[in-house]
């Protein structure tokens, strides 16, 4: 220890330092990486689990999807679309689908969670797909304010155009709409990024890396918590319904003033 | 002028010139009579209309009080959002009192204890003749005394000096910029420009596009640009897509300007202008957010519906060495809205 001391002053002292460090860093930036793509393989289902959800499948979605999920003219295949499409649609009770229509919509969920797991398990087991997300892309910290608005950026250039500045949905054509993000899960919110559910487009891991999306989510639970800075929202719809207040309550009052300026006192 | 009891619309000299033709068919009923207010009549009503007038006039006075608070209580340079709303609302609440308290107090002040007898002012008799000649006299005298037309050297000097004195408008507008030239046919895009994402500024690999996939994105070298950076985005952003090639309908020319059913589109309406990027990934259909605008990417962004007036450029694109996407030229047409010069 005191040949090392001595030595600190020698010219190339910084040098190893720096070399060592370096070596530290990058080793532990490895293992670090290593863990988390061995993370990700992990989501594995059960022989059972695929063979419970084959018979759910078979119960409640073959008539539109087909036997063996091949598809028919009513419903898509679903060979190839992953873990994380089942766990979205059918998470959010947008599937099974009450009738056909322009949009499946979101209501209540008609499987359980475990039920949920196994139709995924099958599925998945049809073909290779994004599968359901880590929860280490879940858990946004929306005091991390740089993430936020990194997520932000990202939000508006690649989703707010459909889904509104502040997320609170807009419409498509034909009936057709991209839902308000207020209150849907952080898991469901990745889960649609990664798989593009209906009519919206895919965003795979090369466009958006999953801690772009985590970014995102932490942008989104961000404005649910944080209010709104500029007064009242009105539903956040922009011209909208700021239009339809002042042309009713903003006219209102005038004519309201004008016919009192122009009545008699009693 | 004069009170009601003494006018009478029937003396004026225009009505019965008029009327002398035919019968008078309605009878003028003159103004109804006259109605004495409460606040004329009861005293304790007058008091009560003074204290509401006074009430209005103090209702100003704390509205400009509260402004003052909201003024001097909230420091800009360490306020919270939520207390730069505050303030926001106690200014406007404030200044809004303030003015209102005061208009609507004058006005029930007029309404309920000035005195509101009526009032008939006559027309003046109509005598154009007499009228023209005045005028006439008026702007002769004009001429007459400013000698205009005898000394011809002021005039002259006049006239020079007001044909001369608009012409620094045309220096000072001429100052607001180049004409456009040639700019708005083209953009950033060129042969072996990289297609990079936007806002990240990353290359894209043909791999990366899955089907179903829409990236946005922007030439490479843009976030570089030292000056104008905005305008030559708002000229050069674009959509990717991925379609299954046989949903693409490419015309003759136009066949490999798509790898492998990635295409890529000008996000620019040629409507107006806005950002055309609502894509739907199964109907294929983009839709402009502004005006509802749609265009069809299998039928090379045809318009299908709404005001938009030609269909959106096209960006033929390739694959560079590295796998990465490239563009092979700028757009062939102009991108963006319609102008005069475009054809």
Same mark, same amino acid.
């Given at each position: 220890?005191?040949?090392?001391?001595?030595?600190?002053?020698?010219?190339?002292?910084?040098?190893?330092?720096?070399?060592?460090?370096?070596?530290?860093?990058?080793?532990?930036?490895?293992?670090?990486?290593?863990?988390?793509?061995?993370?990700?393989?992990?989501?594995?289902?059960?022989?059972?689990?695929?063979?419970?959800?084959?018979?759910?499948?078979?119960?409640?979605?073959?008539?539109?999807?087909?036997?063996?999920?091949?598809?028919?003219?009513?419903?898509?295949?679903?060979?190839?679309?992953?873990?994380?499409?089942?766990?979205?649609?059918?998470?959010?009770?947008?599937?099974?689908?009450?009738?056909?229509?322009?949009?499946?919509?979101?209501?209540?969920?008609?499987?359980?969670?475990?039920?949920?797991?196994?139709?995924?398990?099958?599925?998945?087991?049809?073909?290779?797909?994004?599968?359901?997300?880590?929860?280490?892309?879940?858990?946004?910290?929306?005091?991390?304010?740089?993430?936020?608005?990194?997520?932000?950026?990202?939000?508006?250039?690649?989703?707010?155009?459909?889904?509104?500045?502040?997320?609170?949905?807009?419409?498509?054509?034909?009936?057709?709409?991209?839902?308000?993000?207020?209150?849907?899960?952080?898991?469901?919110?990745?889960?649609?990024?990664?798989?593009?559910?209906?009519?919206?487009?895919?965003?795979?891991?090369?466009?958006?890396?999953?801690?772009?999306?985590?970014?995102?989510?932490?942008?989104?639970?961000?404005?649910?918590?944080?209010?709104?800075?500029?007064?009242?929202?009105?539903?956040?719809?922009?011209?909208?319904?700021?239009?339809?207040?002042?042309?009713?309550?903003?006219?209102?009052?005038?004519?309201?003033?004008?016919?009192?300026?122009?009545?008699?006192?009693? | 002028?004069?009170?009601?009891?003494?006018?009478?619309?029937?003396?004026?000299?225009?009505?019965?010139?008029?009327?002398?033709?035919?019968?008078?068919?309605?009878?003028?009923?003159?103004?109804?009579?006259?109605?004495?207010?409460?606040?004329?009549?009861?005293?304790?009503?007058?008091?009560?209309?003074?204290?509401?007038?006074?009430?209005?006039?103090?209702?100003?006075?704390?509205?400009?009080?509260?402004?003052?608070?909201?003024?001097?209580?909230?420091?800009?340079?360490?306020?919270? %959002? +939520?207390?730069? /709303?505050?303030?926001?609302? #106690?200014? &406007?609440?404030?200044?809004?009192?303030? $003015?209102?308290?005061? @208009?609507?107090?004058?006005?029930?002040?007029?309404?309920?204890?000035?005195?509101?007898?009526?009032?008939?002012?006559?027309?003046?008799?109509?005598?154009?003749?007499?009228?023209?000649?005045?005028?006439?006299?008026?702007?002769?005298?004009?001429?007459?005394?400013?000698?205009?037309?005898?000394?011809?050297?002021?005039?002259?000097?006049?006239?020079?000096?007001?044909?001369?004195?608009?012409?620094?408008? %045309? +220096?000072?507008? /001429?100052?607001?910029?180049? #004409?456009? &030239?040639?700019?708005?046919?083209?953009? $950033?895009?060129?042969? @072996?420009?990289?297609?990079?994402?936007?806002?990240?500024?990353?290359?894209?690999?043909?791999?990366?596009?899955?089907?179903?996939?829409?990236?946005?994105?922007?030439?490479?070298?843009?976030?570089?640009?030292?000056?104008?950076?905005?305008?030559?985005?708002?000229?050069?952003?674009?959509?990717?897509?991925?379609?299954?090639?046989?949903?693409?309908?490419?015309?003759?020319?136009?066949?490999?300007?798509?790898?492998?059913?990635?295409?890529?589109?000008?996000?620019?309406?040629?409507?107006?202008?806005?950002?055309?990027?609502?894509?739907?990934?199964?109907?294929?259909?983009?839709?402009?957010?502004?005006?509802?605008?749609?265009?069809?990417?299998?039928?090379?962004?045809?318009?299908?519906?709404?005001?938009?007036?030609?269909?959106?450029?096209?960006?033929?694109?390739?694959?560079?060495?590295?796998?990465?996407?490239?563009?092979?030229?700028?757009?062939?047409?102009?991108?963006?809205?319609?102008?005069?010069?475009?054809?």
């Amino acid at each position: 220890m005191k040949a090392l001391s001595q030595r600190r002053r020698h010219p190339l002292a910084a040098v190893a330092l720096l070399l060592l460090g370096l070596l530290v860093t990058g080793g532990l930036y490895a293992v670090a990486n290593g863990a988390n793509q061995a993370q990700a393989a992990t989501t594995t289902y059960t022989a059972e689990d695929v063979s419970e959800g084959e018979k759910l499948f078979v119960a409640n979605c073959a008539t539109c999807h087909g036997i063996e999920a091949s598809g028919t003219e009513n419903g898509p295949s679903l060979v190839g679309v992953g873990a994380a499409s089942v766990d979205f649609q059918v998470g959010t009770g947008r599937m099974p689908m009450a009738m056909q229509g322009p949009q499946a919509q979101e209501k209540p969920v008609q499987f359980n969670e475990e039920q949920t797991a196994e139709l995924a398990a099958y599925v998945s087991s049809l073909g290779a797909g994004p599968s359901v997300p880590d929860s280490e892309y879940l858990e946004p910290d929306t005091s991390d304010e740089e993430a936020s608005a990194n997520g932000g950026e990202l939000f508006r250039v690649n989703c707010a155009m459909c889904h509104n500045a502040a997320a609170a949905g807009g419409a498509l054509t034909r009936g057709k709409f991209a839902p308000s993000l207020d209150g849907v899960s952080e898991k469901h919110i990745y889960e649609a990024m990664a798989t593009g559910p209906q009519n919206m487009p895919v965003f795979n891991d090369t466009n958006i890396t999953p801690d772009e999306k985590q970014d995102i989510i932490t942008f989104l639970k961000d404005i649910e918590t944080s209010g709104s800075p500029g007064g009242a929202q009105l539903g956040s719809l922009g011209p909208v319904s700021e239009g339809l207040f002042i042309w009713t309550a903003g006219l209102g009052i005038i004519i309201a003033f004008t016919i009192w300026l122009t009545s008699r006192s009693s | 002028m004069g009170d009601h009891s003494h006018g009478s619309p029937n003396t004026s000299g225009t009505v019965a010139t008029a009327g002398q033709g035919d019968e008078e068919k309605f009878q003028n009923p003159g103004l109804p009579p006259h109605r004495p207010r409460l606040a004329d009549t009861n005293p304790r009503a007058e008091k009560r209309a003074e204290r509401q007038v006074a009430s209005l006039f103090i209702v100003s006075i704390i509205g400009t009080i509260v402004f003052f608070i909201g003024y001097f209580s909230i420091h800009l340079d360490d306020a919270s %959002i +939520a207390e730069l /709303r505050l303030q926001n609302i #106690l200014l &406007g609440l404030g200044t809004a009192f303030a $003015m209102l308290g005061i @208009g609507v107090g004058i006005v029930h002040w007029a309404k309920t204890l000035m005195p509101d007898h009526e009032i008939t002012e006559e027309r003046h008799e109509i005598r154009p003749e007499e009228d023209r000649v005045i005028a006439e006299k008026m702007v002769g005298d004009i001429i007459e005394e400013t000698g205009i037309k005898r000394r011809p050297l002021i005039r002259n000097t006049l006239l020079g000096a007001m044909v001369l004195a608009p012409l620094p408008a %045309i +220096a000072v507008f /001429r100052d607001l910029g180049p #004409l456009p &030239g040639d700019t708005l046919r083209h953009t $950033m895009w060129e042969a @072996g420009t990289r297609l990079v994402r936007d806002p990240s500024g990353t290359a894209i690999k043909a791999a990366d596009v899955t089907v179903g996939s829409a990236f946005h994105v922007i030439p490479n070298g843009l976030k570089d640009l030292p000056e104008h950076k905005l305008e030559e985005k708002a000229k050069a952003v674009v959509l990717l897509m991925r379609l299954n090639p046989e949903d693409l309908n490419p015309s003759p020319g136009r066949e490999d300007w798509a790898v492998d059913g990635i295409v890529a589109y000008s996000k620019i309406c040629t409507h107006v202008g806005c950002p055309v990027a609502l894509y739907e990934q199964q109907t294929h259909h983009l839709l402009c957010p502004c005006h509802q605008s749609t265009f069809d990417v299998t039928q090379e962004c045809k318009v299908i519906f709404g005001p938009a007036g030609h269909a959106l450029p096209q960006l033929p694109i390739a694959v560079d060495d590295e796998g990465y996407l490239i563009a092979t030229s700028d757009f062939k047409e102009p991108v963006g809205p319609s102008y005069w010069e475009r054809g």
